[in-house]
């Protein structure tokens, strides 16, 4: 079974700081995204990366950053967290040329 | 932008009842997708349709292409309490290359009675 783990469940931080969302896949996926999910506007797509250290924006990139120095590694970066940021957090992972998209198990972040 | 719009926002049936949501997008997709999100948890793939007009099953749910490839539906036959939780379309542009970039609905929350 795929398997998408996220550093955090649940996570507080305040206005300004740098946050660090955390995610790993153990399929050798080559494609990785990131999701934030708010109620009424499903998923929408932050960032991508199809392959390593390659990383394109989705649909809202501004405020966010990605690294991926390694292939089962996919990070999100918020470089000065903002009350807006306040959401879920998805991360998935997927094969090329397979849409079918693995899902991990979330982060609610709240910046206060 | 491209957008896959759905509907209703929300629905909630006695248990035995049907359901059925719907996915619209503005462009013509290579395929649609359906996720299904329990109450808490993460989304996980259901199906996905490819062919112009397409009609799968699994047990008691239909799922529908339409003909020009912008439409598709779910339907829940005889609703059960597991059947709660969001359920969301996606679906890949054309053109879009190997990146599997997906537009997602907004997702239709179906609530069941006993």
């Known amino acids: 079974d795929v398997k998408v783990t996220q550093s955090s469940r649940y996570l507080v931080k305040r206005t300004g700081e740098k946050v660090f969302l955390e995610c790993v896949q153990d399929m050798d996926h080559e494609n990785m995204f990131w999701y934030r999910q708010d109620p009424g506007l499903g998923l929408r797509l932050i960032y991508f990366?199809?392959?390593?250290?390659?990383?394109e924006k989705g649909d809202i990139p501004e405020g966010y950053s990605v690294s991926r120095e390694k292939k089962e590694r996919f990070s999100l970066i918020l470089e000065s967290a903002s009350t807006n940021q306040t959401s879920m957090y998805l991360c998935a992972s997927s094969l090329p040329g397979l849409d079918e998209q693995y899902f991990g198990p979330g982060t609610r972040l709240t910046v206060t | 932008g491209q957008q896959v719009m759905q509907i209703p926002q929300y629905q909630h049936v006695q248990e035995g009842e049907d359901f059925t949501t719907y996915c619209n997008s503005s462009?013509?997709?290579?395929?649609i997708q359906w996720y299904k999100q329990r109450p808490g948890g993460h989304p996980v793939f259901l199906i996905q349709?490819?062919?112009?007009?397409e009609v799968k099953k699994q047990k008691r749910l239909t799922f529908q292409f339409g003909e020009a490839k912008k439409n598709s539906s779910l339907h829940i036959t005889a609703t059960q309490t597991t059947d709660v939780g969001t359920y969301f379309c996606?679906?890949?542009?054309?053109?879009?290359?190997?990146?599997?970039?997906?537009?997602f609905g907004a997702g239709t929350r179906l609530a069941v009675h006993p």
């Open positions: 996606a679906g890949r542009l054309p053109f879009s290359g190997g990146y599997n970039k997906l537009i």
């Open positions: 349709l490819v062919k112009s007009g």
């Open positions: 990366s199809y392959d390593v250290k390659m990383k």
């Open positions: 462009t013509t997709l290579s395929n």
